[in-house]
């Protein structure tokens, strides 16, 4: 039976572990903020905002959500991230996605400074990642590395490791951290539709599958041992119950017979990303007031 590796709980000791850092930096006189754009009224959008700043201020982190009408113009978008870039007291700026169709998401992304960007998307933290130098990486490929991390499985050295997901948010930066010389792994990307994926699942001693696709990953399709991640979200009515519930990409049941180590929906990935999000804005709290 496959080892659980529980979000929740790990989730919750870094933020005990982030208190502890916020109370540190307070005593200097540094209190990290981090301020999220969001446009519009996407109630998705303004549930994951809100949780966000619930979040920043149990830790400690001041936390300012700047929420601007649905038909703001994108130079008006472009203006308020030069004035949070300005600011000192702003350490760390994420802007909610997706925006309204008439905004040019990667201009407001471009925008944001590198050094504030504790999302991971501008080009500069993009290419620095790629290179193996220090840089900002999204919330979800940190969390994943995390959890492997404490739970003592994140020596990857000469491992295969295949990543069904070729995004911005999760393939790539994932695999540009675990490519890189000091983690040694052998990365292989794979699109959701990749004819024959199994012939490339069936190899991998680590699987992240992140697709939205329930039960997208079967059994059969992987090895005896595997370490399985799934950051997949996707509501499947259930019929001893008469109602939906929350599933992921993998078929948990049967692959948690044959896994070494697999992560829970609900309950793995996800409560790591906005702990991680939190993580990477005291990290930039720090680097600007040149604390180690």
Known sequence: MATILDGRKTSAEIK????????????????????????????????????????ANQLGIHADMLKLAENVSEADVLKEVDRLNRDRNVHGIFVQLPMPGHIDENRVLNAVAPEKDVDGFHPSNVGRAWLGQSAFL?????GIHEILVRYGYDNLKGKSVVIVNVDNLVGKPLASLWAQEAVGANVTLCHPDTPDLAD?????????????????ITAEMVKDGVIAIDFGANYIKDP???????????????????????TPVPGGI???????????????AKMAGGIQ
């Open 240 to 262: 001893s119950e008469d109602k939906e519930k929350l599933v992921g990409d993998l078929d948990f049941d049967a692959i948690e017979e044959k896994a070494e180590a697999i």
């Open 16 to 55: 005990e572990e982030l208190k502890r850092e916020t109370e540190r930096l307070a005593g200097k006189g540094i209190v990290p903020g981090i301020t999220g754009i969001l446009v519009g009224e996407d109630p998705g959008s303004a549930s994951y905002i809100r949780l966000k700043e619930k979040a």
């Open 138 to 142: 999204p919330a979800t490929p940190i």
């Open 200 to 216: 490339y699942t069936r190899g991998a001693d680590v699987i992240v599958v992140a697709v939205d696709k329930a039960r997208f």
């Open 270 to 284: 996800g409560p790591m990303t906005v702990t991680m999000l939190m993580h990477s804005t005291v990290r930039a």
